[in-house]
């Protein structure tokens, strides 16, 4: 379902005089740039009678909107066209294992309405289904739009998710939900397409779109109640075959083989690392935790065992990552989910291992930083997963054309 995206700036086509064509203007002006028709047909290449045709296709849908400010040239003012972003809506959702976090975005990912809450993932599909669809009702009345303004709907999950179907497969902590067709379900409901991936993976595209377009190979690790990462590759999401890419939290690190894992295996990275694991760890410690935001508040508050136990987690997430640093060679990982809230003294343990232990000319130019959208990573990258799909150039020509035909 999902599609591979890239802010899109392939060369313009010309296909001659037809709508057709239109999609590839709309990827020039989503940079947000206003621009005469001399600019577009001198950007494209275009006869001015083709640039006119493909321009009031996208202003007939609203997609591109004269702005208010005409260009003086010459003497003679000339109207100025921008994209519209606030033509269409998308609908995002981040749903985690115990908490989800739902937004209404416009098409450059301003979030215009947003709510976060108490849902676990394990009530099943369609309890959780059906009040986010109830919940997206709410919203789009607070932002003052209508089911009908709705051009996507985005949803991440915390489990393995089948890239072309947008089923989860065989999620370990998603009872109810193995292959339970989420984008039908949905679809049926908000009358609008549907895409679902990982929530790791649009956490990766949420960062790598709204801060970190300059870097082209990223991995984004998200460290919560399980262990995961995300992986930009020449500016697309790598999600390898059935799009189980990247998900490092069953590789087993040593010195851990009595430790067991939900998974069935031992020594598991997210057995050993992971906020649960440290919230499990530190209770027999006689400390108050129970999940990994626990943790992370037993470190703002100075307490030593849970430092101690967070850069560890730190040095065992850096060893796993050093192999995928020599393997991948990214120029940043970047590191979210809940317990990278607990600041320096993950990264610390994280750094430590992996500049240490990579060879030089894979860490010479490696930064290692926490993620700057943080919570909101999740619902930016469900929203730009969207827009890439209905935004594509082939998407909004066969909108027009099927506009046209008609
Ligand atoms: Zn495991």
Redesign the pocket.
């Given at each position: 379902m999902a599609k591979d995206v890239v802010p899109t700036k392939s060369p313009p086509i010309d296909t001659g005089g037809s709508p057709t064509g239109a999609g590839v203007l709309l990827s020039i002006l989503r940079d947000g740039r206003p621009r005469t028709r001399a600019e577009l047909a001198q950007l494209t290449g275009w006869a001015r009678s083709t640039l006119s045709l493909r321009l009031d296709a996208l202003l007939d849908q609203r997609l591109v909107a004269p702005t208010d400010d005409a260009i003086q040239s010459g003497g003679r003012p000339a109207t100025t066209f921008a994209f519209n972003q606030s033509a269409r809506v998308v609908l995002a959702a981040d749903l985690g294992v115990t908490h989800a976090r739902l937004a209404v975005t416009d098409l450059a990912t301003t979030v215009l309405a947003e709510r976060s809450a108490e849902m676990p993932i394990d009530r099943g599909p369609e309890p959780v289904l059906t009040w986010l669809v109830e919940s997206f009702h709410e919203l789009l009345g607070e932002c003052g739009r209508g089911i009908a303004d709705v051009c996507g709907i985005g949803v991440g999950l915390p489990g393995p998710v089948e890239h072309d179907t947008g089923k989860p497969v065989n999620p370990p902590i998603m009872p109810g939900w193995d292959r339970f067709a989420v984008p039908e379900w949905l679809s049926a409901r908000l009358g609008a397409p549907v895409l679902v991936d990982n929530d790791v993976n649009i956490m990766a595209l949420g960062e790598y779109w709204a801060v970190r377009s300059q870097v082209k190979h990223m991995i984004f690790v998200k460290i919560g109640t399980g262990v995961g990462c995300g992986i930009m590759s020449e500016g697309r999401l790598h999600r390898g075959v059935q799009g189980a890419a990247g998900d490092i939290?069953?590789i087993r690190v040593p010195s851990y083989e009595d430790v067991v894992?939900?998974?069935?295996?031992t020594g598991?990275l997210?057995?050993v690392a992971s906020g649960g694991a440290l919230a499990a760890r530190l209770r027999a410690a006689g400390e108050h935790a129970s999940v990994g935001r626990d943790v992370v508040g037993l470190v703002r508050a100075g307490n030593v065992s849970a430092i101690q136990a967070v850069r560890q987690a730190g040095r065992e997430i850096g060893t796993v990552l050093a192999s995928v640093v020599s393997f991948f060679n990214p120029s940043l990982i970047v590191i979210g989910g809940d317990l990278a809230e607990a600041g320096e003294h993950l990264l610390a343990g994280v750094r430590e291992v992996v500049y240490s232990r990579s060879l030089p000319l894979a860490t010479q130019h490696l930064g290692i930083l926490p993620s700057e959208l943080g919570d909101r990573a999740g619902i930016t990258g469900a929203a730009v997963m969207v827009l890439e799909h209905v935004l594509a150039p082939e998407a909004v020509d066969q909108a027009v054309m099927a506009i046209s035909d008609e």
């Open positions: 939290g069953h894992c939900r998974c069935g295996n598991c997210e057995a």
